[in-house]
């Protein structure tokens, strides 16, 4: 059975990039850090609501073919304003994947891929933001 998010895994080629492009992204610098060989192999930060951990690897390490191009799962991370954090993405250096897109009352959606080639999905969700509240409690 799924029980929650646990880590999500980002795939780069040049790791310390990686790391300073989702420094800016997060506002936050990296809790964990594990090198092999001399040089840094993966890094792990803390984000969000529920401290999620959103880990870079060295795609050398990663345990399938990493081509740079879109690929695999989509990952959504919540945000208040999709619009907002999409155009920032796209500051940073992201490129466009999806555009903004209300997928019905409460629901919006948008991703971008970072600079490394990973989608990266953003999302305005009310059932999110109800469970924050409620938890709360």
Same mark, same amino acid.
């Given at each position: 059975?799924?029980?929650?998010?646990?880590?999500?895994? /980002?795939?780069?080629?040049?790791? #310390? =990039?990686?790391?300073?492009? %989702?420094?800016? $992204?997060?506002? +936050? !610098?990296?809790? &964990? *850090?594990?090198?092999?060989?001399?040089?840094?192999?993966?890094?792990?930060?803390?984000?969000?609501?529920?401290?999620?951990?959103?880990?870079?690897?060295?795609?050398?390490?990663?345990? /399938?073919?990493?081509?740079?191009? #879109? =690929?695999?799962?989509?990952? %959504?991370?919540? $945000?208040?304003? +999709? !619009?907002?954090? &999409? *155009?920032?993405?796209?500051?940073?250096?992201?490129?466009?994947?999806?555009?903004?897109?209300?997928?019905?009352?409460?629901?919006?959606?948008?991703?971008?891929?970072?600079?490394?080639?990973?989608?990266?999905?953003?999302?305005?969700?009310?059932?999110?933001?109800?469970?924050?509240?409620?938890?709360?409690?």
């Amino acid at each position: 059975m799924l029980r929650g998010l646990t880590t999500v895994n /980002h795939f780069a080629t040049d790791v #310390p =990039a990686a790391v300073r492009w %989702y420094a800016e $992204v997060f506002g +936050v !610098e990296p809790y &964990f *850090e594990k090198e092999f060989a001399g040089q840094i192999a993966y890094v792990e930060f803390r984000i969000g609501d529920y401290q999620a951990e959103f880990g870079i690897l060295d795609a050398r390490y990663a345990p /399938h073919p990493v081509s740079g191009a #879109p =690929a695999g799962a989509m990952t %959504y991370w919540a $945000v208040d304003d +999709v !619009e907002a954090a &999409f *155009e920032r993405l796209l500051s940073l250096g992201a490129s466009e994947h999806s555009k903004p897109t209300e997928q019905g009352p409460g629901f919006i959606t948008a991703s971008v891929v970072d600079p490394f080639g990973n989608v990266l999905g953003i999302m305005f969700n009310q059932h999110y933001l109800d469970m924050v509240e409620l938890l709360k409690k």
